[in-house]
Structure formats: structure tokens, C-alpha cells
């Protein structure tokens, strides 16, 4: 592979960190031949303020840099929420297993032994900004989608609803049901973008008072499938696609858009599902006032075994009920 082909555009904007000057200068010569832009700092302390001022792309640290070595530089740009994808090289001397394991252990992303050779020098950074790039590219796309979801929850909700609640009662019954942590992230998660699908229908069906049309419905039931689609490029995709296109499944069959049906039904999405629920009973809607605590007890046990998994309905109901509350016959407020 040639220089030439180790050119990155546009060029990155790179930080070494070199107790040496010579080895600085020898640095700076084989990135800036290819376009990169390169900031140097003398030490650790230096190369922190560098990094908060200068937003570089990637880093190059000397193991042997004082005022901050480059092991709690790295530790400290990878706990920092606007540092922490900053890659980072550490320079180090032939046969340093120990240096290694230790640059592993703070995050560092790869190494270089001494004498650098200038090909793969040029290869690695090229490699890890590339990377960087693509997920601050992602990261940018989550923050537009999440951004959207909660722009349309709050046009479409009342004050008395709102994602983190939705989250909150879905985490309960989670924790009761013993899920591990990251399935309870992925119901957070899931409460902010389930609906977000809603954004692609007209806005006189979602505020409208009263019923909908079977043409109204129709379009409404393409929600699930609509927020799918705008949430495939987020990282958590695999986890939180299935809650957000099978939330509207019901136990029965008779939900939408696949019509699965009792454990076909992706757990999560039960789950969020019956939170969405009983959280839509206790908001107002354009269509009909809030309920009662103990009316939406009801209509819960009413749907399970028909919109909701029966199982889950007791378990929830547990959660959310107060001690020494049972239910009584009301009327179906729907």
C-alpha cells in the first residue's frame, strides 16, 4: 500500500502527545504529507487542554509524556461523555507486553512500537478516524431521531403523558419480570420511539375528536412499520426494532401489522405494551377524559387473554397497584 492510498479526505485532525521533539517533528512530517492537520502537546496536561480545545480526531500518546502520563490522559478522555470516542494510540517501546495491557485496561484503542513505521503509521489513523467518522455520523442520526420523537410527543400528548413515565411503568414490570439491564434500557428506549411512526400521519386523525374512519384506522396501523423504518440506522436496532413494529400485536391475533399472536409477540413489546396502555387510560385524549386508577384496573383485566398477555396483566397490576386495593365491577369507560 502507498502513501496515495493512505490519504484521507477530508484530513484528519490529529494530536500527538511527545516528551520527544524530534519524535514529534518525524510525526508530524508522515501525517502532514497526506493531508492531516496535527497539533502538538509536551505533556499530559497540555494535551488535555488541546484535546478540549482543538476537537481532534484521533490521538497519538507517548506512554513516557509527564504531568498526566498517558495512561489517566487516556483514563480521562474516555470517561468524559464528549471525549470518550476520541481514539486513541499509544507509542510504545519494542516488547512492552506490560504497556499494552495496561492501554487496554483505560481504553486505548490501538499501539505503535517504536521506531514508528510511517505506512503503518499512516494505515492505522486512517483506519480509526474512518471508524469515528461513521459513528458520529450515527450519533448525529440518533440524536435527529430521538429529537423527532420527542418533538411529536409533545404535539400529540397531554401534559399528564409522556415518555418517561411510559418508560418508568415499562421498567417496573420489567424488574419484576427479572429482565436483565439491557432489556430495561431497551424499553426506555423503546417508550421515546414506539410512536414514532405517528409522525406520518395526517394531523387532523391524530388530534380528531370522536372515531376514525376504517380509512382513518388504516392509516394509523401503518405506524408501527413507518417508525421501524426511521429507526434502523440507530445502533440499538437490533434490540428496539421489535418492540417499536410489534407494540400494537395483540394476544388474541387480532392486532396489527403482523397479527402474531400470544408469544409470538416479541417480550419486550408485550411488556411496552401493556405499560402504553394503562399509561393512554390515565391521560386525557382528544376523544374521551382521563380514567380512574381503579377503572383502568379493569380494563386491564378485561383485555388480558385477548389484547394483552394475560400473565404480564397480573404481574403489572401488582406493580402499579396499591396494597390492599382489589378490583371492582365499572363499567367499561371505552
Known sequence: ???????????????????????????????????????????????????????????????????????????????????????????????????????????????????????????????????????????????????????????????????ARLADLACRLGQALGLLEEDLDTLRKGAILHDIGKIAIREEILLKNGGLSSEEYNEVKLHPEVGERICRPLRCADEVLPVIRHHQERWDGKGYPDGLQAEQIPLLARVLSIADAYDAMLSDRPYRPALTREAAYEQLRRGAGAQWDPQLVEVFLEVVRPRGVTSAAVPDPL
Open 1 to 163: 500500500m502507498t502513501t496515495e492510498e493512505l490519504r484521507l479526505t477530508p484530513g484528519a485532525r490529529v494530536l500527538i502527545a511527545e516528551r520527544s521533539e524530534a519524535n514529534a517533528r518525524l510525526l508530524t512530517e508522515y501525517l502532514e504529507a497526506v493531508g492531516h492537520s496535527v497539533v502538538v502537546a509536551a505533556d499530559g496536561e497540555d494535551a488535555l487542554r488541546r484535546i478540549r480545545a482543538e476537537d481532534p480526531e484521533i490521538a497519538l500518546l507517548d506512554v513516557e509524556i509527564p504531568r498526566l502520563n498517558a495512561y489517566q490522559l487516556c483514563e480521562r478522555v474516555k470517561s468524559h461523555p464528549s471525549t470518550r470516542n476520541l481514539p486513541v494510540i499509544l507509542l510504545v517501546a519494542p516488547g512492552a507486553q506490560d504497556d499494552k495491557i495496561r492501554g487496554l485496561e483505560v481504553g486505548a484503542e490501538d499501539f505503535l512500537t517504536r521506531p514508528v513505521h510511517k505506512l503503518e503509521l499512516l494505515a492505522r489513523v486512517k483506519s480509526l478516524v474512518k471508524v469515528k467518522r461513521l459513528n458520529d455520523q450515527v450519533e448525529t442520526t440518533e440524536g435527529v431521531i430521538f429529537g423527532m420523537a420527542a418533538m411529536l410527543e409533545h404535539k400529540i400528548t397531554s401534559t399528564r403523558s409522556d415518555a
